[in-house]
């Protein structure tokens, strides 16, 4: 008589490990998916296999209002200007707004440029790219016209000045005619803290702006000669550009703000106007009956919204804010309004 022996039975353990698998396979497919989809974008957005750098595409145009085939473009130049522009934000950074003008100054079909300006001003070197590149606009023919926003101070001002025309709301703020360069001391900040800031230097004015210590006479001697050339170098563009007698400009370029209305007394400016007024005259200068007027936009990927983010510098974690007083920036040279 045959004893029927009973079916084996399985292991508990192997409910968890098929459980435990099905986890690790969900946490690898969520960690590993956004790659390959990060991988997909960046593929599809370099499906161009020639070697070499690639041209970036032109601006688009987006209609702001009128008709017909001559164009006028508007270009907006908002924020500090050089400053490093967020991708998120609508400001343009700088290569942005010299691209800009490039095309418009290429473009055979536009006929003027408005240059919207809303800016306390910025870097000298930022703002004189900026100014020579519209002043060749202007000589390749083109009419220049500027609309001040709310401000256009210093920077500001320096790049409005080769326009053929210049219009401010009566309470634009504009001026702060001139050059900054500032330090800050932290010596005593550095003494309560129990800090001490050792430097080994090549040469006596190596260190020049350090905010460690006191200035020395002949660094004060060399940062002022260095505004100074800055400062004379913004007169000129102010005399060639508003026509204006250099002592006149030395008598209002003291560094104070005006509004548009004292502004336009001291002719510094053309017109009281806002933007609408600027359009009109931009298409009266031009000798334009009828204009498209379009404003130059770009088409935001996914992919260059990822990059851009990927790339920005992260801040790092700094609870006490000593890396605020032990890693500053380095002296800056800025046509800027500074209260």
Not at 25 to 52: Q, V
Not at 122 to 134: C, D, I, P, W
Not at 201 to 215: F, H, P, T, V, W
């Amino acid at each position: 008589m045959s004893v029927e022996q009973p079916a084996p039975q399985k292991p508990a353990t192997r409910g968890w490990i098929i459980a435990v698998s099905i986890i690790i396979g969900i946490i690898f497919a969520c960690a590993l998916l956004p790659l390959g989809g990060f991988a997909l974008l960046l593929a599809a957005g370099s499906s161009n296999t020639s070697i070499g750098p690639i041209a970036s595409p032109p601006w688009e145009e987006q209609l702001v209002e009128g008709s017909g085939t001559d164009r006028i473009v508007i270009i907006e130049v908002s924020g500090a200007i050089g400053a490093a522009a967020d991708p998120f934000s609508l400001q343009l950074s700088q290569g942005q707004l010299l691209s800009q003008i490039r095309q418009a100054s290429r473009d055979n079909r536009v006929k003027a440029v408005l240059l919207r300006v809303d800016s306390p001003g910025g870097g000298v070197v930022a703002s004189s790219e900026l100014h020579e590149k519209l002043r060749a606009l202007r000589e390749n023919g083109k009419i220049l016209v500027v609309s001040m926003g709310s401000t256009a101070a210093s920077g500001g001002y320096y790049i409005s000045a080769p326009a053929h025309r210049i219009y401010a709301n009566p309470d634009t703020l504009t001026g702060s005619l001139g050059v900054i360069l500032s330090t800050i001391n932290v010596e005593g900040a550095f003494e309560k803290l129990g800090l001490r800031s050792i430097v080994y230097k090549s040469g006596e004015l190596k260190d020049i702006g350090s905010s460690n210590r006191e200035a020395t006479p002949e660094e004060i001697a060399v940062l002022q000669a260095i505004v100074d050339e800055a400062y004379n170098g913004f007169v000129q563009v102010i005399v060639e550009g508003r026509g204006l007698d250099e002592a006149r400009v030395r008598e209002l370029a003291d560094g104070r703000i005006y509004t548009g209305n004292q502004a336009l007394e001291l002719g510094l400016i053309d017109e009281l106007g806002n933007l609408d007024e600027a359009i009109v005259g931009a298409r009266e200068l031009a000798g334009l009956e009828s204009a498209l007027v379009v404003r130059y936009t770009q088409s935001s990927s996914l992919r260059s919204l990822l990059l851009s983010r990927l790339s920005a510098p992260q801040q790092p974690i700094d609870p006490l804010g000593l890396r605020v007083l032990t890693e500053r920036e380095p002296v800056k040279l800025e046509y800027r309004w500074a209260p």
